[in-house]
Structure formats: structure tokens, C-alpha cells
């Protein structure tokens, strides 16, 4: 480990075990702790980015992993790839852009990555070329029968324009003595004469006990 402190040290475990139990607040709780007591403990602020990540929180995400960077660079290289995946998904398109370059520019990385990586250059030139001339956008609020107090994202409609599909994230929840994680699922919601029905869980096969989050 990239500390010398028993005390972040034992942060840093506790925290990672929390994480791999899904007890995501306990993880970040014990994480954060593990960064104060040390700020240059690597491998806490890179599991930290991966939590935050994995939440959504992309730009407290890129800043874990950009402090990963400054303490050592080369001790994982494909930490740029993580890197400039969350700035992309936070909107910072510029870094995005540098560190998926200086990620192709490493030997050896993976052709999955490899390939994800060169269609995001793609995207991030496209970004920042379009955010040059704006065009007017207003979005509506698509209703109580779509929106609700959970997470609604990645909609995909049918051709003839009636049938909407989206993936909701409910909430994490106390089960007993444990901590049940957000579960990712498909919802199904009909366009007719008073506009888009309530959403329901469009059930096996296409969910499952696990997470259904992209299509």
C-alpha cells in the first residue's frame, strides 16, 4: 500500500470491504477518512473514484482518480482510460480528450479499450465543437407516469413513437442486518390519448435479480 499510516491503513480495509458488500456510505464513509488521515494514499483515492464512479458521481469521481495521477502515474497506466471515462460522463470533454490521447498513446493496452477509447476522442471532438455553436434545447418533464422519486435514464423509444423504455434505480434498502444495493431495472410506460401511462417493471426475462441498466 502507498502509506505508511496504520490508521489510514485500517480506513482504507474497512472501507474496502464495505465496498465489496455493497455498503456503499459505509465505503465512502471509511474511504474518505483513509484520504484525510493520508492524502497521498493511492489505492484509497483510486477505490473511492471507482465508488463514486459506479454511483454516478463523475466528477468527484475524476477528482479521486486525477489524485491517483499526481501521486503515481505509473503505477497502473490504464488509470488515464478511468480517468477520462468520468470526465467525459461529468462534461469536462477537454481533460476527457488529453488523457484518452495520452491513454493510446501507452504500449499494451487492451483492444477493448483500446477501441472504446479512439470512439470517445471521436465524441469528445464532436462535444467540444458543438458546444462552439448551441443550438435552443428545453426540456419537458416527461410526468408523474416516467418521473419519480427514484433515477430515471437511458429512454429508448419504439419507431411508431408509443412505446417508451427506460432503466429506474430504486433506492438502497435495509434488509434485516444487511444493506441492500440500488437495483437497476427496465420500465415499460404507453403513449395514448392522455400521454405516457405509469411506468411498470417490464418483469423476466428482460429483468432479472441483478442489474438491468443499459439496452
Request: aromatic fraction near 12%; hydrophobic fraction near 40%; charged fraction near 20%.
Amino acid at each position: 500500500l502507498h502509506t505508511s499510516s496504520a490508521r489510514a491503513a485500517r480506513f482504507y480495509r474497512v472501507g474496502s470491504q464495505s465496498y465489496d458488500f455493497f455498503d456503499y456510505a459505509g465505503a465512502e464513509a471509511n474511504l474518505r477518512q483513509a484520504v484525510e488521515t493520508d492524502p497521498r494514499f493511492y489505492e484509497a483515492h483510486m477505490v473511492l473514484a471507482e465508488l463514486y464512479a459506479k454511483q454516478k458521481r463523475f466528477t468527484e469521481s475524476a477528482r479521486h482518480y486525477r489524485e491517483a495521477v499526481k501521486i503515481d502515474s505509473l503505477y497502473f497506466p490504464p488509470v488515464l482510460f478511468q480517468l477520462a471515462n468520468s470526465e467525459l460522463m461529468s462534461g469536462d470533454y477537454t481533460m476527457a480528450l488529453i488523457h484518452y490521447r495520452a491513454y493510446l498513446d501507452q504500449k499494451d493496452v487492451s483492444a477493448k479499450n483500446q477501441a472504446l477509447a479512439r470512439r470517445n476522442v471521436i465524441n469528445c471532438e464532436f462535444a467540444l465543437e458543438a458546444m462552439k455553436h448551441p443550438v435552443q434545447f428545453s426540456p419537458v418533464n416527461m410526468g408523474r407516469g416516467i418521473n419519480s422519486g427514484d433515477d430515471e435514464y437511458w429512454p429508448s423509444i419504439t419507431a411508431d413513437g408509443l412505446t417508451m423504455m427506460f432503466t429506474r434505480q430504486g433506492k438502497p434498502a435495509e434488509r434485516g442486518m444487511s444493506r441492500v444495493p440500488a437495483q437497476e431495472d427496465f420500465y415499460l410506460s404507453y403513449f395514448g390519448e392522455e400521454g405516457w401511462s405509469v411506468a411498470v417493471n417490464a418483469g423476466p426475462p428482460l429483468n432479472s435479480p441483478a442489474n438491468e441498466g443499459a439496452q
